[in-house]
């Protein structure tokens, strides 16, 4: 099967991660064997234009997500046996001709009227089972990496890993970052682990080493995909604020994730509704949580504020523990 992510309606960012679940989905249940993956480019300059975020996004800077985070995440996607870019339209519709319309993701789409699959309600409205959410790994080499990163920075034990937003784009939206160090001096102070995955701008731009004080910073994991899977997969616990990779815990299978939501910060393209519009674009009821969920693998529907991170900490200890 072949899945077209249409570039002129969708986004460079982690919510190509939900296309990439139910192309999945969708391949296996009309049975082929596995599905490749096209990110066509949109005419004129190449990407969507409809969002803040598109509008604030520069195209070099859309077309380094596309080659470093859209690719390599649908190259980590379990039953993707390729990956391709088309740049010029013309191209996908002489492919598209010679393809059977079963053969083509999402059902029904054309060059000439494109659209896509984005939302995590698409997701949800098929009623995955378990084995269907389990949608991205790390592979042996990644996690072999991790390994000796984790054996030199942090010895000892499985860390605690904390992923934090920290963006120019909609800042009104990022973490407390304040807040997330009191919560993990506390946690530290209990005898666990922790380390700090960072926002891929702060890498980036130079300035991971000055957030987060002393405690270790995986910056490889803002760069490389299969690094950050391969962390996720090894931490004791994941901690997150606002989504965006940290979702890529939700499927991945045994992993443990506990992911506050921006409730008190909600970006611009939802704050007319507030936590209810939230909970609509997510596909879920207000409070809801992913398919699968547990007290180690769930949405927190509160601001994140150290006490309260705190608090979302020791329930997940004491239900690992038990």
Same mark, same amino acid.
């Given at each position: +099967?072949?899945?077209?992510?249409?570039? !002129?309606?969708?986004? &460079?960012?982690? @919510?190509? +991660? #939900?296309?990439? *679940? &139910?192309?999945?989905? =969708?391949?296996? $249940? $009309?049975?082929?064997? !596995?599905?490749? /993956?096209?990110? &066509?480019?949109?005419? #004129?300059? !190449?990407?969507? @234009?409809?969002?803040?975020? @598109?509008?604030?996004? /520069? *195209? @070099?800077?859309? *077309? =380094?997500?596309?080659?470093?985070?859209l690719m390599p995440m649908a190259a980590a996607a379990r039953d993707c046996v390729g990956v391709s870019i088309v740049n010029d339209r013309r191209d996908l519709g002489v492919i598209l001709k010679n393809l059977d319309a079963e053969q083509i993701f999402p059902p029904n789409y054309t060059v000439e009227e494109p659209f896509t699959v984005i939302f995590l309600a698409a997701v949800f409205r098929l009623s995955p089972t378990e084995s269907e959410m389990n949608t991205f790994q790390p592979s042996p080499a990644g996690l072999g990496k991790v390994d000796e990163w984790l054996a030199a920075r942090v010895p000892g034990g499985r860390p605690v890993v904390i992923t934090l937003r920290t963006s120019r784009v909609e800042p009104e939206r990022n973490s407390r970052t304040a807040e997330w160090l009191a919560a993990a001096r506390a946690i530290r102070d209990r005898g666990y682990p922790v380390l700090f995955v960072p926002d891929t701008e702060l890498v980036t731009g130079g300035c991971e080493d000055r957030e987060f004080e002393d405690f270790p910073v995986f910056a490889l994991g803002a760069m490389d995909l299969d690094l950050r899977l391969a962390m996720y997969r090894r931490a004791l616990l994941n901690m997150a604020d606002n989504g965006g990779p940290s979702f890529l815990n939700f499927y991945m299978e045994d992993s443990k994730i506990v992911c506050f939501l921006p409730v008190d910060k909600l970006p611009i393209v939802v704050a007319a509704g507030g936590e209810s519009r939230l909970a609509l674009l997510l596909g879920m009821e207000l409070g809801g949580n992913f398919p699968y969920g547990s007290p180690v693998r769930r949405l927190v529907w509160r601001p994140d504020r150290a006490p309260a991170i705190l608090e979302e900490f020791d329930r997940s200890i004491a239900a690992l523990e038990s």
């Open positions: +099967m072949y899945a077209i992510y249409d570039l !002129g309606r969708a986004p &460079v960012t982690y @919510d190509a +991660m #939900n296309f990439l *679940v &139910v192309a999945r989905l =969708w391949a296996s $249940r $009309r049975g082929f064997s !596995g599905f490749h /993956t096209i990110f &066509v480019r949109a005419p #004129n300059e !190449g990407f969507r @234009d409809q969002t803040p975020k @598109d509008r604030t996004l /520069t *195209v @070099d800077e859309k *077309v =380094w997500r596309l080659s470093h985070i």
